[in-house]
């Protein structure tokens, strides 16, 4: 085979494409074992060996003098000397103790190594050697190194392992660091230059270093700032990566993809606003004016809408499904619960009842269908609301123009996907999110979609006052005291109770108890539980008897956490508030507040537990929901806690190919990307990124969109 590796150091600059086909095998020192090792961890070529980046540096950058060195350094330091004896001693117990003494023009050192590591072999009388290590200065003066990191040299430039920052790389199985890091500086030796998207006048504009300097300073940098200046250029990189693939994306779906071209007039936002029972806000109306002009298109619409809870997205769902059907054409909301699927039947009842729109229920509970059969098969314009059962084979839209899919993340990507890709033409899609979602996440995970942001709340809307109580019996007793003042002031009551799949039988148990408990408690109301075993009857004549005010104090499981609307209920109880997410909180207690009373949120510990016995994430969860009202916020501290994997679904979306860019952190690298990539990206740039995207995020490219 042609050895092209060695060409790189006659050809001046070369790209990632042509690094990709290089084999690791023109690395000196790679035999078939260590290949087969890279191999196993996905290490090919040299691209790859090249983007394989350390997970930390060990600083061994300070190299003292053996007369500076005193009783209170407690932090490696790194000795350049030669050595002037090597010694082996064995113990009673047959412990080998290796012995080099190191001396440089100011003192002497000794350095003892205990177990066979062959010191003595390696090295001998009169190498130069480097030697890392923290020191033991002994009463008598004399100075001792143990089990230090040593290597020899005749040219400072050899070193890999001391007088520098040395980096740690992730393990591989059957290669040390020290392997690893000799093949990469041998890669980085071998490439002077890599292709670069970026000129020389970007980089001074958008402050970032060249393409060859990252990739050299990421693995060896001298100083702590080379290391960031390295990891904000490869970062920044990774995020043009993502906005390419998701222009790509865009592009390849309005190519394909035709849509309705609704008919909506200047007046039209005007004429829903006009019949309904209260006003829109600014935020709300600039959000609608974008669905609209979208929904004008004949390409179809892909917009993610965003809002905090209370915002009112449902008021904004339903001004685009008044211009579907007001353009003749059907709409669908599809929910992922059915106790969410009702809630927006209901509430928006409420609201299209002013503009005559026909509205059908489709749940798995829903057994009288021949109506909406008929309605959805006939194509007459129509909200239809469902969950899962609206993508049964049986459901065949015939003029669906408007998609809207509310807590997308909770379905799988074919169920989305089932939902629009029957019909003839493509309809508009609008997703809708619970909670916000990080800025960094909805640029870097909903790229290939447009963002709706509503910035403000509707007037009125009260701030909910958050107490935090811990697990004792008198923080108990003041709960209990707190109920008592809102059931004086006929109000209504929440107590949620957590619940996960695993621990069904245990939680559910664990709710009963807490009903007793307020049972027992308050005599002289009406308490009522609501369980996810619970039938689907019992479960609505348990919310419509809420509505109603028939119960005063409902305990829960999580089956309120989204969507549920009783305006008197005035108190949210949550109960081991420490095993819930932070979103989930947040949710949680945006189900009071909704009327015209002060409204309390109890965030309380679980039975017997305090902060300082609860996990560091629940504490910091809490903490931070007591803290902070702003739903963008907490999930900005919710990505920091959670990590973006947990955040995005990394399997789903391909995050798994951020090798360097962390979207819980990055959000001014990532604005400044996106500037360049909107600014600055030409069409012969434009084509070199797209290559390098599909050969750095493999992954990535294979997810089609986000809807």
Excluded at 25 to 30: C, T
Excluded at 332 to 342: I, K, N, S
Aim: hydrophobic share 35%.
């Amino acid at each position: 085979m042609l050895n092209l590796f060695r060409y790189c150091l006659i050809v001046v600059e070369r790209n990632i494409k042509y690094l990709e086909n290089i084999s690791l095998d023109e690395i000196k020192g790679f035999g078939e074992k260590r290949l087969s090792s890279f191999k196993k961890h996905g290490i090919n070529n040299i691209s790859d060996l090249l983007r394989f980046f350390p997970k930390k540096h060990i600083d061994r950058s300070q190299i003292s003098k053996i007369v500076s060195i005193t009783a209170d350094i407690t932090k490696e330091i790194t000795i350049l000397g030669e050595v002037t004896d090597v010694s082996v001693f064995t113990t009673k117990t047959r412990l080998r103790i290796a012995t080099l003494v190191i001396k440089d023009d100011t003192g002497v050192i000794r350095a003892k190594w205990f177990g066979p590591q062959y010191i003595e072999t390696r090295f001998r009388k009169e190498d130069s050697v480097a030697i890392s290590g923290i020191p033991d200065v002994k009463k008598t003066g004399t100075i001792e190194f143990k089990n230090a990191t040593i290597e020899k040299f005749s040219d400072l430039e050899e070193l890999n392992e001391t007088g520098s920052l040395i980096p740690i790389y992730p393990k591989i199985e059957g290669l040390s660091s020290t392997i690893i890091r000799k093949g990469i500086k041998e890669a980085l030796r071998r490439t002077p230059k890599i292709e670069d998207f970026v000129s020389k006048k970007e980089l001074v504009e958008y402050k970032i270093i060249d393409r060859i300097s990252s990739y050299n300073k990421i693995h060896f940098p001298e100083t702590i700032k080379e290391f960031e200046e390295a990891r904000n250029r490869l970062a920044f990189d990774e995020f043009i990566y993502l906005q390419s693939i998701f222009k790509e994306i865009k592009e390849t779906f309005n190519k394909n993809e035709t849509g309705f071209k609704h008919t909506i007039k200047k007046e039209t936002l005007n004429y829903f606003e006009k019949d309904i029972p209260f006003d829109l806000t600014k935020s709300q109306k600039k959000v609608i004016n974008e669905i609209y002009k979208d929904m004008k298109k004949a390409s179809p619409m892909k917009r993610l809408l965003q809002g905090d809870v209370g915002s009112g997205k449902t008021i904004v769902a339903a001004a685009a499904v008044y211009a579907a059907i007001n353009s003749s054409h059907q709409a669908v909301l599809m929910a992922p619960t059915e106790v969410l699927a009702e809630q927006h039947f209901h509430s928006l009842n409420k609201i299209l009842i002013f503009n005559d729109v026909q509205i059908h229920l489709l749940t798995s509970s829903v057994t009288d269908r021949d109506k909406i059969m008929q309605t959805i098969n006939s194509g007459t314009p129509a909200l239809i609301i469902g969950t899962h059962a609206l993508i049964q084979d049986k459901v065949n839209f015939k003029n669906l123009g408007l998609a809207i899919i509310d807590e997308q993340q909770r379905f799988g990507v074919e169920q989305r996907k089932k939902l629009t890709s029957n019909q003839e033409k493509t309809p508009h899609q609008l997703v809708m999110t619970a909670t916000p979602i990080p800025r960094t996440t909805a640029l870097a995970t909903y790229g290939d979609l447009d963002l709706s942001v509503i910035d403000e709340m509707p007037p009125g809307r009260k701030i909910i006052n958050s107490i935090l109580y811990e697990g004792s019996k008198e923080d108990t007793e003041k709960i209990y005291s707190l109920c008592e003042s809102h059931l004086k002031n006929k109000s209504q009551i929440f107590v949620v109770c957590p619940f996960i799949q695993e621990s069904e039988k245990i939680d559910i148990k664990a709710a009963e108890n807490v009903y007793k408990q307020f049972k027992d408690k308050f005599t002289n109301y009406e308490v009522e539980i609501l369980h996810g075993k619970i039938n689907s009857e019992d479960k609505e004549k348990i919310m419509e008897d809420m509505h109603n005010k028939k119960i005063d104090i409902l305990v829960s499981t999580v089956v309120i956490e989204v969507g549920i609307d009783i305006p008197n209920a005035t108190l949210m109880i949550i109960e081991s508030a420490e095993r819930f997410g932070l979103n989930q909180l947040h949710q949680l207690r945006g189900r009071v507040g909704r009327g015209d009373k002060e409204s309390d949120c109890i965030f309380h510990v679980t039975d017997g537990k305090s902060m300082e016995t609860i996990t560091e994430v629940g504490k910091r969860r809490l903490q931070a929901i007591v803290k902070n009202n702003d739903g963008f916020k907490l999930s900005e501290i919710d990505l920091q806690i959670r990590g973006e994997g947990k955040v995005t679904g990394t399997s789903q979306s391909g995050m798994s190919d951020l090798k360097i860019a962390d979207i819980r952190y990055d959000y001014d690298i990532l604005q400044s990307s996106k500037n360049y990539f909107e600014n600055n990206v030409s069409n012969i740039n434009e084509s070199l990124i797209q290559e390098e995207a599909k050969i750095l995020f493999p992954n990535f490219s294979k997810v089609q969109d986000s809807t």
